[in-house]
């Protein structure tokens, strides 16, 4: 969000930054501005990896959230120990997530394989964990 570059807003007068009208549309609803609030700690807590800061926020007793955001928190609590681990520790499951992908985008442009060996043979091919033989 941009609160030092101002622009020309259609809804408002004058020039405003992102910043500005954020803190209007806030201004006009409490139980909007405590929920906004509530996302934004969630936000900052985990794009920052702060286990710790979650954890509190998520036990506090919060008033005034929406039913949507109580809800919310109460799915937090319910996985917090996944959650935490996953903001406490460096390791992802990205790289087999990709292989996974890498397969089913094989499986989807052949139509499938009569021969499973041949599929399993493209997939190797795919990782270069097999040699192509050409013809020479």
């Given at each position: 969000?941009?609160?030092?570059?101002?622009?020309?807003?259609?809804?408002?007068?004058?020039?405003?930054?992102?910043?500005?009208?954020?803190?209007?549309?806030l201004s006009l609803d409490e139980s909007l501005r405590l929920n906004y609030n509530a996302y934004q700690t969630?936000?900052?807590?985990v794009t920052h990896r702060k286990p710790n800061l979650f954890r509190s926020f998520i036990h506090e007793k919060?008033?005034?959230?929406?039913?949507?955001?109580?809800?919310?928190?109460?799915?937090?609590?319910?996985?917090?120990?996944?959650?935490?681990?996953?903001?406490?520790?460096?390791?992802?499951?990205?790289?087999?997530?990709?292989?996974?992908?890498?397969?089913?985008?094989?499986?989807?442009?052949?139509?499938?394989?009569?021969?499973?060996?041949?599929?399993?043979?493209?997939?190797?091919?795919?990782?270069?964990?097999?040699?192509?033989?050409?013809?020479?």
């Amino acid at each position: 969000m941009n609160g030092t570059e101002y622009r020309d807003h259609r809804l408002f007068k004058g020039t405003v930054t992102e910043r500005g009208i954020i803190d209007y549309i806030l201004s006009l609803d409490e139980s909007l501005r405590l929920n906004y609030n509530a996302y934004q700690t969630i936000v900052f807590t985990v794009t920052h990896r702060k286990p710790n800061l979650f954890r509190s926020f998520i036990h506090e007793k919060q008033r005034g959230l929406s039913a949507k955001m109580d809800q919310a928190l109460k799915t937090f609590r319910q996985s917090e120990i996944a959650i935490v681990n996953a903001l406490s520790y460096d390791y992802s499951n990205g790289l087999v997530e990709g292989i996974n992908n890498k397969i089913k985008i094989i499986k989807r442009t052949a139509h499938g394989y009569r021969n499973f060996s041949n599929f399993r043979n493209r997939i190797f091919i795919e990782y270069k964990l097999l040699e192509t033989k050409t013809a020479a």
